[in-house]
């Protein structure tokens, strides 16, 4: 029994350790939940510790790969703007639980905080806070939804679920292809495409 939970932890920490908006780590919890008849709680506190340990390895290893692949412009930039989030305190905590809240992929912000060179700690505390709240809430409503598997099926294929991807990829290449620099010291939006090494 043991083993189905560690394919909980397991699944919730792939999808959350890639640098591509994956659909939520809630996704696999809520099948394994209802496949495997497991207690709801330990589902859910064991699905959040995958999904912020995948959070805090993306942290880590995004910046060695930001370095092979982008130009060290772009990566002062992107440090430039971690740095501006970091000075707002207790209002970027907000916004990072408030960002966990909602059914929009963290990929983004864990790429911004690890090319930003954030400290873990300073993002994690308020990110753990929203993906607890967000996952118990999905998790419980696994139950009832799967009495209606097929609309689920339906709604994961839905133009919520699509709009919710290309949002997510919208936000990365924004952090990517938009001059920060430009934007925050000069208030002038401008785009640079030539980022890559």
């Known amino acids: 029994m043991w083993w189905q939970y560690l394919l909980v932890f397991a699944?919730?920490?792939?999808?959350?350790?890639?640098?591509?908006?994956?659909?939520?780590?809630?996704?696999?919890?809520?099948?394994?939940?209802?496949?495997?008849?497991?207690?709801?709680?330990?589902?859910?506190?064991?699905?959040?510790?995958?999904?912020i340990i995948g959070r805090f390895v993306l942290t880590l290893y995004i910046p060695l790969l930001a370095d092979k692949i982008f130009k060290p412009e772009k990566n002062k930039e992107v440090q430039f703007l971690g740095n501006k989030m970091s000075e707002k305190g207790w209002k970027s905590q907000l916004i990072i639980v408030a960002y966990s809240l909602l059914p929009l992929p963290t990929t983004p912000l864990f790429l911004a905080g690890g090319m930003a060179r954030i400290k873990p700690i300073q993002i994690i505390p308020a990110f753990f806070v929203g993906k607890f709240i967000s996952d118990s809430v999905a998790v419980h409503l696994g139950k009832f939804a799967s009495k209606n598997f097929d609309g689920i099926i339906n709604a994961s294929l839905s133009w919520k679920s699509i709009a919710s991807l290309v949002l997510g990829l919208l936000l990365i290449c924004a952090l990517l292809f938009i001059d920060w620099f430009s934007l925050l010291e000069k208030k002038k939006f401008k785009l640079n495409f030539k980022i890559w090494k």
């Open 11 to 51: 699944g919730a920490f792939l999808f959350d350790v890639v640098p591509i908006p994956f659909p939520p780590a809630f996704s696999i919890m809520v099948p394994l939940q209802i496949l495997f008849g497991l207690n709801t709680w330990l589902v859910i506190v064991i699905g959040v510790a995958g999904s």
